[in-house]
């Protein structure tokens, strides 16, 4: 059996992007093997994904620490527990310290909803229909301690069409977003085994 990347998903909500990778992760040689997902709210739907898929689930509430970096030792501590190799943020809702984002430094990913540079941070889709851009998309890249603006690793658009709203936008870029997640983990993960 060929080794593969031991791989941690983080998520606040639905987590069809973790759903997305754990399907991925099926075939017999992807490069990584999802072995932990972390939620820092307890009713993510993603928490039944994972069950559904036997992985192991940690639930670390922020609202019971005092700060960011505390929480941010616990989400590390379970990590480690676990010998975690590469850890995916998908729709993880919370800004990481930036002690956390330099002791995962290259083995943190995450992906934004929009074609960066253009709109870090939120309500990206309303932005893009308010420029008048003809396309938008989504981008996954590694995390730094700058929101939203390390270095690419692979990124998808869409045309935007006339009477798109933020919701039908949405909608697509989410469906693109479930192509590029899997296909930039199997490219991280791939350059990772061939480094070790
Ligand atoms: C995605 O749109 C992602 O780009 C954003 O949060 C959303 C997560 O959706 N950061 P899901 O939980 O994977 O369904």
Known sequence: ??????????????????QAILDAAQAADYPAC???????????????????ADVATVVIPHQHYENRESFDRMVDAALKNHGIELVVMAGFM???SDWFVEQWAGKLINIHPSLL???????????????????????????TPEL?????????SVAIEPGDTAETLQQ??????HQLY?????????AMLARA
Do not use: C, F
């Open 1 to 18: 059996m060929m080794r593969r990347i031991k791989t941690a998903v983080l998520i606040s909500g639905n987590g069809s992007n973790l």
């Open 34 to 52: 999802i072995t932990l997902v972390i939620s820092n709210k307890e009713e993510a739907y993603g928490l039944k994904r994972a069950e559904n």
């Open 94 to 96: 919370r800004i990481l």
């Open 117 to 143: 540079p253009k709109y870090k941070g939120l309500h990206t889709h309303q932005r893009a229909l308010d420029a008048g851009d003809a396309e938008h998309g989504a981008t996954v890249h590694w995390v």
């Open 148 to 156: 939203d603006s390390g270095e690419i690793i692979v990124q998808g």
């Open 172 to 177: 697509r870029v989410h469906a693109l977003e």
């Open 182 to 190: 899997p296909a930039a983990v199997k490219k991280v993960a791939t």
